[in-house]
């Protein structure tokens, strides 16, 4: 769990909104199959970006806000994001951010193990009764997914009231299944949007 809490966000804190910059080489090798070693040392690499130029605040049911720094000088990037649930996830999923964007806030999906840009995954969202299916920019050398901004409508209304977000990421050689708590979710998002706001 603390692998998946620190890659979570490690990877989500790389790059500003907007920016596609790679990830830094010692977390490429931080997926599935890996010895304690190697584990050991992925938790120790994502915990060096976590504090080099960023801020995370704890939130209610396992949000984090987390900021940071623009090495360009420009907008902070400034996300809310919550680990998968491990008991419910396979190990390619690592979590959920909640992103300020330039049209708005943008639902990014994270992934321990990169994916190809040649043929975006179609992503399928299930929260209580209803489901959303959608297709995913990959991003961030492959390790993040962005959802169009309709998923983001989503997050504002059907999501509020849901306990989980079910995922279904469509890719060879076979999908990836997760569930996101979503106990929190309101807080969360108000304190992104005010963020968002006032950068």
Same mark, same amino acid.
């Given at each position: 769990?603390?692998? %998946?809490?620190?890659?979570? =966000? !490690? #990877?989500?804190?790389?790059?500003?909104? &907007?920016?596609? $910059?790679? +990830?830094?080489?010692g977390?490429?090798?931080?997926?599935?199959?890996?010895?304690?070693?190697?584990?050991?040392?992925?938790?120790?690499?994502?915990?060096?970006?976590?504090?080099?130029?960023?801020?995370?605040?704890?939130?209610?049911?396992?949000?984090?806000?987390?900021?940071?720094?623009?090495?360009?000088?420009?907008?902070?990037?400034?996300s809310?994001?919550?680990?998968?649930?491990?008991?419910? %996830?396979?190990?390619?999923? =690592? !979590? #959920?951010?909640?992103?300020?964007?330039? &049209?708005?806030? $943008?639902? +990014?999906?994270?992934?321990?193990?990169?994916l190809?840009?040649?043929?975006?995954?179609?992503?399928?969202l299930?929260?209580?009764?209803?489901?959303?299916?959608?297709?995913?920019?990959?991003?961030?050398?492959?390790?993040?997914?962005?959802?169009?901004?309709?998923?983001?409508?989503?997050?504002?209304?059907?999501?509020?009231?849901?306990?989980?977000?079910?995922?279904?990421?469509?890719?060879?050689?076979?999908?990836?299944?997760? =569930?996101?708590?979503?106990?929190?979710?309101?807080?969360?998002?108000?304190?992104?949007?005010?963020?968002?706001?006032?950068?």
């Amino acid at each position: 769990m603390v692998r %998946s809490i620190l890659l979570c =966000a !490690g #990877l989500l804190m790389m790059t500003a909104p &907007g920016r596609a $910059e790679p +990830v830094r080489p010692g977390i490429l090798n931080c997926g599935s199959g890996i010895t304690a070693e190697q584990r050991r040392r992925c938790d120790e690499e994502a915990f060096k970006q976590i504090q080099s130029g960023s801020q995370s605040t704890q939130l209610e049911s396992g949000w984090r806000l987390v900021k940071s720094k623009n090495p360009d000088g420009g907008a902070d990037a400034i996300s809310v994001m919550h680990v998968v649930d491990s008991a419910k %996830s396979d190990t390619g999923l =690592a !979590g #959920l951010s909640l992103q300020c964007g330039k &049209g708005g806030i $943008e639902i +990014v999906l994270i992934v321990l193990e990169p994916l190809s840009r040649s043929a975006p995954p179609n992503v399928a969202l299930i929260a209580g009764e209803k489901r959303a299916e959608f297709q995913a920019s990959v991003i961030q050398s492959g390790v993040a997914l962005l959802l169009p901004a309709d998923a983001s409508k989503l997050a504002a209304s059907d999501w509020q009231n849901a306990n989980e977000l079910a995922v279904e990421i469509v890719t060879a050689p076979k999908a990836i299944h997760g =569930a996101v708590p979503l106990a929190g979710l309101p807080t969360a998002l108000r304190y992104l949007s005010q963020s968002c706001y006032a950068r």
